[in-house]
């Protein structure tokens, strides 16, 4: 396919692709202040009910997961900038019209923000992580933290922009300023991904950097590069999609009611909206700093590291009082970000790098899937604990999650290593 000449950018220095990545990554971390808009969402367009609302928050998570494998196999073919670029596109386009959508019709926002915006975003998340990936095969782990970190410190940078917009645009009208925020939003993600998406272009052919030699080629094997097909014939595919499902649960809940569970514990409102902050603060951190311990001890290792936490932290979220609840927010934020760094180079480290894009993609269908579940358990308990006046009511799903962890430390110990070769060749 012949694509036009602005898409033909040549690359000398590895490191602006990752910088164009990072900042195009900090748009997308506006999935994760959703808290700042779940009240006012569900309040003025869903009648008070949160777990309709949270279903936008949930639904923009699974529809990016199937954006991450329809763009990445798009990205095989053309290349991964015209790919983030119409990515961008969309993402736009779906919150500006999110902002449109009125009460007498509230479904629409979860075509909007949730379709078209979890659309975009697809085509955007795992074509970066990708793409910086084959630019640093030396560092693969450490690469995917900081790219997959900087979307977790967009939630820092927005989360405050957000909150201002919200009440300069809402003049104190719950809901108003929150839908007027989403245009604001689109036209910046539609500046820094369609700048940025043209500075994301691959390696050359057979790309090596300078004095490093494979690990596989120094002991005369290399990882077979799987395709699509190939890998989900394999029962590593489904252990490793399986396990992010359930291992993410838990973080999820969390990113989205931070806000509203931090209010319910005695805080300030304007306290809780740090809480959102120091969960993408986190969040951001998590992923940059599991990404290089798993360069360190290994994937399978890390992977198994955050789930023991995970299951053991998450039900004291109840039992938490005061300031201490943002503490915990943060452990919480720190292990989710942890899995989200790690599995983009567990993929890569089983299935190759070549076909990295798609491949991750249908590996985030369970993300996808976990995104959809958690939203909707947390959103049905958060009701109840709000009918009922009191946040102790949210408990089952925070024992579902450490549960849903718990489940996943039994599928992760079954992962076996991935297939070598030995003819020193990948296919």
């Keep these: 396919m012949k694509l036009p000449r602005i898409f033909d950018i040549k690359i000398k220095n590895r490191a602006i692709p990752v910088i164009a990545g990072a900042l195009i990554q900090m748009c997308l971390g506006t999935a994760y202040i959703w808290s700042v808009f779940q009240t006012g969402v569900a309040n003025y367009l869903f009648s008070g009910n949160n777990a309709n609302a949270a279903l936008t928050f949930s639904l923009l998570l699974a529809i990016l997961s199937v954006g991450s494998a329809f763009g990445g196999k798009i990205q095989d073919k053309i290349g ?13 386009l779906g919150f500006f019209l999110s902002s449109l959508v009125k009460p007498s019709a509230p479904w629409v926002i979860w075509l909007t923000y949730g379709g078209l915006g979890g659309l975009g975003m697809g085509f955007i998340y795992s074509t970066t992580i990708a793409c910086c990936q084959k630019w640093f095969p030396d560092k693969r782990g450490l690469i995917s933290g900081i790219i997959v970190s900087a979307l977790g410190f967009g939630g820092v940078i927005f989360t405050p922009i957000a909150e201002s917009l919200i009440k300069i645009l809402g003049k104190n009208v719950q809901g108003v300023g ?123 290792q890390t ?13 004291f979220v109840t039992f938490t009082k005061g300031y201490m609840i943002l503490v915990l927010i943060g ?26 894009g798609s491949n991750y993609g249908f590996v985030l269908v369970g993300f996808g899937i976990g995104a959809v579940a958690s939203s909707y358990i947390a959103g049905y308990f958060r009701d109840k604990a709000t009918q009922a006046g009191d946040i102790s009511k949210m408990l089952p799903a925070f024992i579902f999650a450490a549960a849903a962890a718990a489940v996943g430390i039994a599928l992760i110990m079954l992962l076996k290593q991935p297939k070598v070769k030995d003819d020193g060749k990948n296919n």
């Design 178 to 300: 929150e839908l007027k925020t989403f245009a604001l939003l689109a036209l910046i993600f539609l500046v820094i991904c369609t700048l940025g998406g043209l500075f994301i272009v691959n390696p050359p052919s057979g790309y090596k950097p300078k004095g490093w030699t494979p690990p596989a080629q120094q002991s005369g094997v290399t990882i077979k590069q799987y395709t699509p097909l190939e890998m989900l014939k394999t029962p590593n595919y489904y252990l490793i999609t399986l396990t992010l499902m359930l291992a993410c649960m838990a973080g999820l809940m969390m990113i989205g009611f931070a806000k509203p569970i931090s209010q319910a514990k005695g805080i300030s409102a304007n306290v809780a909206a740090v809480g959102v902050m120091i969960i993408s603060i986190f969040n951001s951190f998590g992923r940059l700093f599991w990404g290089w311990v798993s360069d360190k001890v290994g994937r399978k």
């Design 80 to 92: 991964p900038s015209p790919v983030i670029v119409s990515g961008g596109i969309i993402l736009a």
């Design 331 to 356: 452990v919480i934020g720190f292990s989710y970000g942890g899995f989200l760094g790690t599995f983009p180079a567990l993929t890569a480290d089983y299935f190759g790098t070549k076909n990295m």
């Design 303 to 315: 992977v198994l590291i955050l789930l023991i936490l995970t299951a053991v932290i998450i039900p």
